[in-house]
């Protein structure tokens, strides 16, 4: 897991509970799985089958 910035606040356990009980109980909403996420395309264009060349700045 990636370090948080100073100040984080992590919700406590019964927060957490909280939160997930509002996202249940909203139709709008829906909680991914790690195979839903996995699935998902990163938007942006598409990477370039080759890789991209250093410029050549004469001095």
Not at 31 to 36: G, H
Request: glycine residues 6%.
């Amino acid at each position: 897991m990636p370090k948080l910035k100073q100040g984080t606040i992590v919700p406590t356990q019964e927060e957490d509970e909280a939160i997930n009980r509002g996202i249940a109980a909203d139709v709008d909403t829906c909680e991914l799985s790690a195979t839903d996420v996995k699935q998902m395309k990163k938007l942006g264009p598409p990477k370039a089958n080759v890789p991209q060349e250093e410029p050549h700045i004469p001095h």
